[in-house]
């Protein structure tokens, strides 16, 4: 079945750029049928979606993040990433990566696509510190 | 962004009891909804999409229900590898948004 991991540097120092990359496997990251997400969980708290990539490469992102972020694909390697600049405390989380599971629906009078998150990759955890 | 609100935030149980979460949307959000299981240092997985749909190897012990804007996730007999902490997640607008859990916890 589909397995997703997260990888990238644990520590990153305020101001700079998170780079964290998820590696699939087991399955077809541009089959045009799934979306990629990644979403982050501060220590002890919930969980807040980050945004999701299609294999069209367009992109969705949470508005909360006020344009820092941004999501690509790797066909070639299976891979898709995430990288979120000027970075502060308030960035540290442990960061999921994930599969949407898509639905289409009515909205608004247009048909769009939405989903849920299956599977999870484990997780990594991220510190932003000094 | 849409709040989803789940209550209790902790809820005491027993092993074979029958518990209810109930997560509500600050609008609606027709069955645009899944729940998920998580346990201390691992992802959530995922027990219902569509409100009521069971994912795939998931016990028939849980259940969902709910549309529009009132959603519930029930547990018809505690096992004692259900004490976790639960999340409901809207998907009918982006960003999509999580309620803030229920932790569910041996009485």
């Known amino acids: 079945q589909v397995q997703l991991q997260e990888s990238g540097p644990g520590l990153v120092k305020p101001s700079q750029t998170l780079s964290l990359t998820c590696t699939v496997s087991?399955?077809?990251?541009?089959?045009?049928?799934?979306?990629w997400s990644w979403i982050r969980q501060p220590a002890g708290k919930g969980l807040e979606w980050i945004g999701r990539?299609?294999?069209?490469?367009?992109?969705n992102y949470n508005p909360s993040l006020k344009g820092r972020v941004a999501m690509s694909l790797d066909t070639s390697k299976s891979q898709f990433s995430l990288r979120l600049n000027s970075v502060t405390a308030a960035d540290t989380a442990v960061y999921f990566c994930a599969r949407v599971s898509p639905t289409m629906f009515a909205f608004g009078g247009v048909m769009v696509v939405r989903g849920w998150f299956d599977p999870w990759g484990q997780g990594i955890l991220v510190t932003v510190s000094s | 962004d849409i709040q989803m609100t789940q209550s209790p935030s902790t809820l005491s149980a027993s092993v074979g009891d029958r518990v209810t979460i109930t997560c509500r949307a600050s609008q609606t959000i027709s069955n645009c909804l899944a729940w998920y299981q998580q346990k201390p240092g691992k992802a959530p997985n995922l027990l219902i999409y569509?409100?009521?749909t069971l994912q795939s190897g998931v016990p028939s012990r849980f259940s969902g229900s709910g549309s529009g804007t009132e959603f519930t996730l029930t547990i018809s007999s505690l096992q004692p590898d259900d004490f976790a902490t639960y999340f409901c997640q809207q998907f009918n607008n982006y960003p999509y948004t999580f309620g803030q859990g229920t932790k569910l916890e041996i009485k």
């Open positions: 087991g399955g077809s990251i541009n089959n045009g049928t799934y979306y």
């Open positions: 569509k409100a009521s």
């Open positions: 990539v299609y294999a069209s490469g367009s992109t």
